[in-house]
Nanobody, 129 residues
Framework: QVQLVESGGGLMQAGGSLRLSCTASGRTINIYPMGWFRQAPGKEREFVATINWNGGVTYYADSVKGRFTISRDNARNTAYLQMNSLKPEDTAVYYC??????????????????????WGQGTQVTVSS
């Protein structure tokens, strides 16, 4: 049984930075694509960023492009989301996800909620104006 555990959320003023971490236990995730999503109150869960197995391919939502950076350290079984120039509209619960259905040592990335089968419990990010 794989568990994904997010950490690093908190309260930050607009313009500040936070780094989220997502550590997997129970299984190696270094040959699977991973992603970050977020969900604000009353809204659907939305895509934020995704990364392929070795970090060579990344893709971002337009709303975070140029401000957020996704990365991974396969030796630590961990993915990261560096968030800079935070805005109040970034306030949400942030979830990491992994697509563990099939290993892929290619450029595979995933951008849809239904394409991921393993999720963390989420970490709250609140940005004040």
């Amino acid at each position: 049984q794989v568990q994904l555990v997010e950490s690093g959320g908190g309260l930050m003023q607009a313009g500040g930075s936070l780094r989220l971490s997502c550590t997997a236990s129970g299984r190696t995730i270094n040959i699977y694509p991973m992603g970050w999503f977020r969900q604000a109150p009353g809204k659907e869960r939305e895509f934020v960023a995704t990364i392929n197995w070795n970090g060579g391919v990344t893709y971002y939502a337009d709303s975070v492009k140029g401000r957020f950076t996704i990365s991974r350290d396969n030796a630590r079984n961990t993915a990261y989301l560096q968030m800079n120039s935070l805005k109040p509209e970034d306030t949400a619960v942030y979830y990491c996800a992994a697509d563990l259905r099939e290993p892929s040592i290619e450029s595979l990335i995933r951008v849809k909620v239904y394409e991921y089968d393993t999720w963390g419990q989420g970490t709250q990010v609140t940005v004040s104006s």
